[in-house]
C-alpha cells in the first residue's frame, strides 16, 4: 500500500504569513475555527498544540481536519473517528512532522470524512511560507484523507503540491519539541501521541 508522505525536493521561496488573507476568498477569516491537541511524548504530558483552521480558504479540507478533532464523524461500525490517541508517527528534523494516520499509525492509513478513502485537491492558494502551517499529506493529487503535517521551516518545495488548511496560533514551541525528538528512520523513538483533540 502506498505510503502517504509529504516529499522533499529542492527549489525557491516567498514569504508571507499562514493567516495572510488570499485575494478571492469569500469566506470570513474571523470565523475560522480553532482546535487544539494536548500532546505527549513517551507517556509523558508535553502541551497544547492550537491551529486555526483556514475555513475561510480550503472549506472542505478544514471541516475534514476540524471533524477528525472533536470525533463527530463515525466509521462504518458507528464509531467516533479521528485523532484523539494517534500518533505522529514521522518527524523529520527542520523539516516537518507528520500524523493523522489513526487507522494503522504508521502511513498507510486513510479516511475521510466525505464517504470515500480520500477527496481532492481543493486549492493551492496558502503556501508553504513558515513554520507552523498545517497542510494535506498525500500520496499524489486528489488523495488527501486523514494525513496532515505541521511545516518546522518554510518548505516552498510543497507549494501546489500540498493543500495547506491551517496554522499554529500557539504551541509552536510543543511542535519544535516533537520535531527534535529522537528518531530511527523517520519514526520517533518514543510515542508523540495526541492525547485529547477537539474545537476550542
Do not use: W
Not at 499562514?18 to 500532546?39: C, E, K
Not at 502541551?47 to 472542505?60: C, E, F, W, Y
Not at 490517541?85 to 499509525?105: A, E, N, P, T, W
Amino acid at each position: 500500500m502506498a505510503t502517504t508522505t509529504a516529499t522533499a525536493t529542492a527549489t525557491t521561496t516567498t514569504t508571507t504569513t499562514g493567516a495572510t488573507t488570499v485575494p478571492g476568498t469569500l469566506g470570513d477569516p474571523n470565523a475560522n475555527p480553532i482546535v487544539f491537541f494536548d500532546m505527549t511524548l513517551g507517556g509523558e504530558p508535553l502541551g497544547r498544540i492550537k491551529m486555526q483552521l483556514r475555513s475561510d480558504v480550503v472549506p472542505k479540507t478544514a471541516e475534514n481536519f476540524r471533524q477528525l478533532c472533536t470525533g463527530e464523524t463515525k466509521n462504518s461500525q458507528g464509531r467516533p473517528q479521528g485523532y484523539k490517541g494517534s500518533k505522529f508517527h514521522r518527524v523529520i528534523k527542520d523539516f516537518m512532522i507528520q500524523g493523522g494516520d489513526f487507522l494503522h499509525g504508521d502511513g498507510t492509513g486513510t479516511a475521510c470524512i466525505y464517504g470515500t478513502r480520500a477527496f481532492d485537491d481543493e486549492n493551492f492558494l496558502l503556501k508553504h511560507d513558515g513554520p507552523g502551517l498545517l497542510s494535506m499529506a498525500n500520496s499524489g493529487p486528489a488523495t488527501n484523507g486523514c494525513q496532515f503535517f505541521i511545516t518546522l521551516v518554510p518548505t516552498p518545495f510543497l507549494n501546489d503540491k500540498h493543500v495547506v488548511f491551517g496554522h499554529v496560533v500557539d504551541g509552536l514551541d510543543v511542535v519544535h519539541k516533537i520535531g527534535a525528538t529522537r528518531t530511527t528512520r523517520e519514526k520517533p523513538n518514543q510515542d508523540v501521541v495526541v492525547a485529547q483533540c477537539g474545537e476550542m
